[in-house]
């Protein structure tokens, strides 16, 4: 099908949940989603959804993973407070990846820096860009 | 070895060769890659790299994807000129994403929109969000 949708024009509309079935999800069920602030367009994390997931998410403004270490629904922020509230749930040009504009509350990082993208590789070095608990405010 | 690097402090150091062969691949030795435009903030894409295609990248400042469909390294631009300059190479908080910031030479579709997530849902629809060759200037 998304070889039939990508040639769509802008405004066009798509039937929701037929989208939603046909994208391709991997072996395990899942699709990775990247989770970006929806203002400053920081990319704070990426994680993993299945179809309940993304059903979910959809029904209720708040993100739900699906959590591979866990094996188990992962509602962003359940335990630690600091939920993703969704803005707009996009998908890619063939089906296979998801990007989530959202409001993060507090750190997405579970070290509570703000986004879990802290080691950035230079010329000989990796260096760490920012401190633990760097997210909290 | 993440859990251990998780911890350190700004500016800490880690040796680059050792930091990149500890990258989680999966069973395809592969891993996820972003690609975020440096300047705007826009994610343009995900693609996929393997241990190779990260060096290349990292050596000539050229992003080199693994292509799963062709099984082959994607030398993103190759044929297209559509190229992404590297800025800065990053990784998550348990080394199983990357982030590239990049800066991207005309459209990084291969629709020719700007960037690859043109379908959004909403309340009970998904909309394309803008035309073919619409990256196009």
Not at 4 to 33: S, V
Not at 49 to 54: C, K, T
Not at 57 to 73: D, E, H, I, K, N
Request: aromatic share 8%; net charge negative.
């Amino acid at each position: 099908m998304f070889k039939q949708w990508e040639r769509a024009p802008a405004q066009t509309q798509i039937d929701k949940q037929a989208f939603i079935e046909a994208l391709k999800f991997n072996a395990d069920g899942l699709i990775p989603a990247i989770a970006q602030q929806h203002d400053s367009g920081e990319v704070l994390m990426m994680a993993w959804m299945n179809l309940a997931s993304i059903s979910e998410t959809l029904a209720t403004g708040q993100v739900c993973y699906w959590s591979r270490s866990r094996q188990t629904y992962w509602r962003k922020g359940e335990s630690s407070g600091h939920r993703q509230q969704l803005v707009a749930l996009r998908a890619d040009c063939d089906g296979d990846t998801l990007l989530l504009l959202v409001d993060q509350q507090g750190p997405a990082c579970h070290t509570n820096r703000r986004n879990c993208f802290f080691f950035e590789a230079q010329a000989d070095a990796v260096t760490v860009l920012n401190d633990v608990d760097s997210g909290l405010v």
